[in-house]
């Protein structure tokens, strides 16, 4: 619904919010079949009628900042997870307020006030133990009426094997879990823990732990004072661009640290000091260990709500980034593999791609083909791989043979090759004719003759020069590899 | 008198073994160091700048920079280059040529780069300068005449190239044999020509010293 509010919507259309997912949907497009998560392509042919808008999770964060702050004002160290999404640990408050219906009842009030301004608000509070569990309280409670789950594990274990997906983002794990036959969370918990984590390693192991009502375990040592970072300004940050770099510097930073350290956040303290004001400090959490570009984004967001309104006067004269619960889960690297070099490639290969576009920057997949030119499945980096064309498990009969020509032009270039009595003797290079010294094949190559494709030869050219691929097809000669 | 012929002989071999130990240094990449690898298209030069990324590739990105837009990752591959490491960069343009390969050192530990005709002297000094500060392994492959001296601190030049296995329309291309010139401060300053054997499959290798180059200083 934060979504759905945005300035930039207009206010009596259906609305569709996308990433690549939907992610915000007004009553009557959800009454056209479109669900919350169903890919974006699927979501637009549901509802043609609907008015598209992408995502913008910052403004979501500068307009969801007022309600963190009166929960703030009940109850202190809220921890945010998204905009829309908070935790609040409630033992102290509890005690304060003389109990969690109280408590809940005032929070659930004061939400109503807040959130019922803005379009399709709705506000569901739900309270349990841990953080996986009062999630799903909330998205079971009524609105108006607080969940109240008093038995946390019974309540888990009634939930549907579906409540994991966003937790562990294994789907196919789910569906082997179904397969097998277990269907809610209480099936899962039954099941020994020491057999899942041996057969689905981790992500089976995680499962077990949520469905057993404990939650992701996270690292508890003491954190070093010396892996916070911050940064002081002489002259204080007022303009967004400012704001934006130095929170995407401070995030590298950060996680650098961490990383030498084996470790990765799941929860960050986040604190602006103002120019002329009180300090300002939120925490974020996230149930993965936060990324570099998702810390980034997540500091991003929060120094955007406090800058635009007007939460840090006289501008952020010192941020400090402050990790908490660290897990040793991070990105699974090879033996030999260093994490630093990784992330070094990979910020140069952003900036190589920004100069030359997307298609400037490839990588390639084996897939199968007769041809060198069939046998490579190119993606732009960075993007998901492109579905293989030709599957590469199968056999491909004919293949031209290894080893591989190390220049291969996209399409079949016209050569010319004389040729005596069905054997080739000699062949252009640029200007100049350079005799065939020996030469292998002809290699039959059977084209698709349904789709027009005439059947070809090929062969191997050597030269003084080197040695090549040759194809050909109704009578002339094409260039289909250098052996360079 | 037979300990001594014994002695001898041990003598020359170590000697020969420290040789080819010594031109299969030539062909691994140094980190902040540039090898160039000098000689005309079908030489087989592609194929060794690519098989100089394999040992690169089992710890991180490995990039190949592609100004002919024909480089297959596939011949790479071949060479021990991990597939999921290897990133091509097409860069056809070049005007921005000098732009994109000083981004690329910026960040990646090991690259080969071809150096399109008219990249300026200025501009490929600097990118030896910042792949020294950088410490990254280069390889350059000048498409039209070599780097400028001092540029380089290995250069390999393909002096010829054989093949064996296709006889007159029969069997297929196998086995390459390319002959080499090493020269430059990475060469100690001695000119020295090798052989070097090419199967198609992982494995490159130095087979032999075909002619002992004469000593001199180096250039650069």
């Not at chain 1, 043609?48 to 995502?55: C, D, E, K, N, Q």
């Not at chain 1, 020509?405 to 004719?433: K, N």
């Not at chain 2, 012929?5 to 691994?28: C, F, K």
Request: glycine share 10%.
């Amino acid at each position: 619904m934060w979504s759905l509010g945005r300035p930039d919507a207009p206010s009596d259309d259906p609305l569709l919010i996308v990433d690549d997912r939907v992610t915000g949907a007004t009553k009557d497009v959800l009454a056209a079949g479109v669900a919350l998560g169903m890919p974006r392509r699927e979501a637009e042919a549901m509802a043609p009628f609907a008015t598209v808008l992408i995502r913008d999770q910052g403004e979501e964060s500068r307009r969801f900042e007022p309600v963190v702050e009166a929960i703030e004002a009940l109850i202190p160290r809220v921890e945010v997870v998204s905009p829309g999404l908070v935790f609040v640990p409630i033992s102290g408050a509890v005690r304060f307020y003389g109990g969690e219906v109280v408590l809940a009842e005032l929070v659930e009030k004061e939400m109503a006030r807040l959130v019922g301004q803005v379009r399709c608000g709705l506000a569901l509070v739900g309270v349990a133990d841990g953080p996986f569990a009062a999630r799903w309280a909330a998205i079971t409670a009524d609105a108006g009426r607080p969940n109240i789950v008093d038995d946390t594990i019974g309540f888990i274990s009634r939930l549907d094997l579906a409540a994991l997906r966003e937790s562990l983002n294994a789907d196919e794990l789910i569906d082997t879990f179904r397969w097998l036959g277990v269907s809610t969370l209480g099936d899962l918990a039954r099941l020994p823990r020491e057999a899942l984590a041996t057969r689905f390693g981790n992500p089976g192991l995680l499962a077990h732990r949520l469905a057993s009502g404990e939650d992701r375990l996270v690292d508890s040592r003491e954190i070093p004072a010396d892996l916070a970072v911050d940064a002081s300004f002489e002259e204080p940050l007022e303009s967004l661009d400012a704001v934006a770099f130095a929170a995407r510097a401070l995030a590298e930073r950060l996680l650098r640290g961490l990383r030498a350290a084996g470790v990765a956040p799941h929860r960050v303290s986040i604190l602006a000091e103002a120019a002329e004001g009180a300090p300002r400090e939120r925490i974020w959490r996230s149930a993965d260990p936060f990324t570099e570009k998702a810390l980034s984004d997540r500091v991003w967001w929060q120094l955007r709500a406090w800058v635009e309104a007007g939460g840090v006067p006289g501008g952020i004269s010192r941020l400090r980034i402050a990790p908490a619960d660290l897990s040793d889960e991070g990105r699974q690297l090879g033996l030999l593999q260093d994490e630093t070099s990784i992330v070094e490639a990979e910020r140069a290969l952003a900036r190589a791609q920004a100069l030359l576009g997307p298609e400037g920057v490839l990588q390639g997949r084996a897939q199968g083909g007769r041809m060198p030119q069939e046998r490579v499945a190119w993606s732009r980096w960075g993007e998901p791989s492109v579905e293989e064309e030709r599957e590469s498990s199968a056999p491909w009969p004919g293949t031209t043979p290894s080893p591989s020509p190390a220049l291969v032009p996209p399409r079949l270039q016209p050569l010319e090759v004389e040729w005596d009595g069905g054997m080739p003797t000699r062949l252009r290079l640029g200007t100049r004719w350079e005799p065939v010294l020996t030469w292998s094949g002809p290699w039959r190559l059977s084209g698709r003759w349904w789709a027009g494709e005439q059947d070809a030869d090929r062969y191997q050219l050597v030269t003084s020069v080197g040695a090549f691929l040759c194809v050909v097809s109704e009578g002339r000669a094409f260039l289909a590899g250098v052996y360079d | 008198m037979p300990d001594r012929g014994v002695s001898l002989g041990i003598g020359t071999v170590a000697s020969l073994l420290d040789q080819e130990r010594r031109e299969e240094g030539y062909l691994h990449l140094q980190p902040g160091r540039v090898t160039e690898l000098l000689g005309v298209p079908g030489t087989g030069l592609t194929r060794l700048g690519l098989r100089l990324l394999a040992t690169p590739s089992l710890t991180g990105p490995v990039v190949a920079l592609d100004t002919r837009r024909w480089i297959s990752p596939e011949a790479a591959w071949e060479t021990g280059v991990i597939p999921e490491n290897l990133i091509i960069v097409r860069c056809d343009q070049p005007q921005i040529w000098s732009k994109v390969t000083a981004a690329l050192l910026e960040g990646v530990r090991a690259l080969y780069a071809e150096v399109p005709v008219g990249a300026k002297e200025q501009d490929l000094r600097r990118l030896a300068a910042l792949a020294r500060a950088r410490k990254v392994a280069v390889a350059m492959r000048p498409m039209g005449n070599g780097l400028p001296s001092g540029v380089a601190h290995l250069r390999l030049r393909a002096l010829g190239v054989t093949w064996e296995g296709a006889d007159q329309g029969h069997g297929q291309l196998r086995k390459r044999r390319l002959v080499l010139e090493a020269s430059g401060k990475g060469a100690a300053g001695v000119t020295r020509r090798f052989e070097v054997e090419d199967e198609g499959s992982h494995v490159v290798r130095v087979v032999s010293h075909v002619v002992p180059g004469e000593a001199r200083r180096a250039v650069g």
